[in-house]
């Protein structure tokens, strides 16, 4: 059934909550850009998650 498989592959992945504290200048940069792009910050953090673990992760 590739369709059916199709669909689960498609299915977006459940969201859980984090906690961080960054800096407040990193947090205004973020707002901004996000703003400009408009992406969620939600988004911009999960990407850039992905991109700094892909690049230095084992």
Do not use: W
Not at 21 to 36: D, G, I, L, Q
Request: aromatic share 4%; glycine share 2%.
């Amino acid at each position: 059934m590739p369709d059916e498989q199709a669909k689960e592959d498609a299915a977006p992945e459940e969201l859980v909550l984090i906690s961080a504290r960054v800096r407040k200048s990193t947090r205004r940069k973020a707002r901004v850009f996000c703003a400009e792009q408009d992406v969620s910050m939600q988004d911009l953090i999960d990407k850039a998650l992905n991109e700094y673990i892909d690049r230095h992760g084992t």
